[in-house]
């Protein structure tokens, strides 16, 4: 039986990308919305590449609501996936006006318009970012939410309780937030990755970057944490793993599995991994150097955080599933493609 059409907003993004193809593996049509504010027409084509689809597509910002609308009156899904966000932390603290506009508006016409065209389903991505400087590891989802250190944080809580407080009041409103924590890789056919405009903020595309000689030295931001080695420590997941999350999230709730009308899962490995084990990762598994310093710490940087995926392992049937080699291989794989490496 053919699934249901799911409308990704931001289609044409890292996850987003990486989100169609599996949904489009799955059996579900997809319909990709986007603005290319931080993309570009070949992820698209990437994507339609890979799945052998030709994928719907609409240029559109989904902070314009009447274009926006038109989107709602032309394609007949029954879900969406709001990936279309702004993401850089530094930004957002010089321009957190664009933050909140892009962030919070696009999120909120969603709901506008999925009321007002009765469309059911929503997965919303939010971030591991929600729990700042958590007291205790790894965290759960009824881990405390901690004040937000930055108006990019502030945008991922305010977005999670507009969610839950549209869903309480619609009926037939369905929505699930997803607490990424640090997606990092590519798709293993090496067609579609991350592929950040100017300087890279993140720390693997900054390495894949250095390595292929585009930057000169990784900078590791502080190595005097209290940490085992010193480095900061993260939950590196694995972007195609983290695709198939929102599948079996919007799995759960077209099929009305769902305990909840808005439920929150963490998304991640469970395995903290420190910065400098990464790095030494990287170098071993795809045998290449990589220059690399200790630099001053990073300002607003979390010492530590990782997931603890119980939830979304028994409760949304989703486990990571790729080791870290294997991503940072994929990771290497898709720069080297982008950069016309041997
Ligand atoms: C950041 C955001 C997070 C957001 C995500 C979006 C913060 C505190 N968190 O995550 O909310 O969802 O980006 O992609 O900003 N590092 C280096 N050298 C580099 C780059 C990074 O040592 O050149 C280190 C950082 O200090 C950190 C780790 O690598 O310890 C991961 O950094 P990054 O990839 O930027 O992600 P987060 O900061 O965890």
């Known amino acids: ?33 986007d603005n290319f504010s931080n993309s570009d027409m070949g992820a698209v084509e990437g994507v339609r590449k890979i799945t052998g689809v030709d ?28 990936f279309a966000a702004s993401k ?6 010089e321009k957190p006006m664009l933050y909140y506009r892009n962030n919070l508006l696009s999120l909120m016409n969603m709901i506008d318009l999925m009321r007002e065209f009765g469309r059911h389903n929503i997965v919303f991505s939010s971030s591991c970012t929600v729990y700042g400087e958590p007291d205790k ?6 881990t405390p939410r901690k004040p937000a250190t930055s108006p990019y944080g502030n945008t991922k809580q305010m977005s999670e309780d507009i969610l839950r407080d549209a869903v309480a009041a619609t009926e037939g409103l369905k929505g699930i937030a997803l607490r990424y924590f640090n997606p990092i890789g590519a798709h293993p056919s090496a067609l579609i990755g991350e592929l950040p405009r100017g300087v890279p903020q993140n720390l693997v595309p900054y390495i894949t970057q250095t390595a292929a000689g585009i930057r000169e030295c990784l900078s590791v931001f502080g190595d005097d944490y209290p940490t085992p080695d010193g480095s900061c420590i993260r939950d590196y997941i694995d972007v195609v793993d ?23 899962f963490n998304v991640g490995t469970g395995r903290g991994v420190s910065v400098l084990e990464l790095v030494n990762r990287f170098r071993e598994v795809n045998g290449v150097e990589l220059p690399c310093k200790i630099a001053p710490r990073r300002e607003g940087d979390i010492i530590a955080i990782w997931a603890d995926p ?18 940072l291989a994929a990771a290497w794989a898709w720069e080297k493609h982008v950069r016309g490496i041997e």
């Open 242 to 264: 983290l695709a198939k999350a929102h599948v079996a999230a919007i799995g759960r709730m077209v099929e009305n599995r769902n305990d909840e009308n808005y439920e929150i």
């Open 55 to 82: 994928i719907p597509f609409v240029e559109v910002d989904c902070c314009d609501l009447e274009a926006f609308r038109k989107v709602f009156e032309q394609y007949e899904f029954d879900s969406v996936i709001h």
């Open 137 to 142: 590891q790894p965290v759960t989802e009824q």
């Open 88 to 93: 850089a932390v530094g930004e957002s603290v």
């Open 1 to 33: 039986m053919k699934k249901s059409c799911v409308l990704v907003c931001g289609g044409a993004g890292y996850i987003g990308s990486h989100t169609t193809v599996e949904l489009i593996n799955a059996g579900y049509d997809v319909v990709i919305a």
């Open 310 to 327: 119980t939830r979304a392992n028994t409760v949304l049937g989703w486990k990571a599933g790729r080791t870290l080699d294997e991503t």
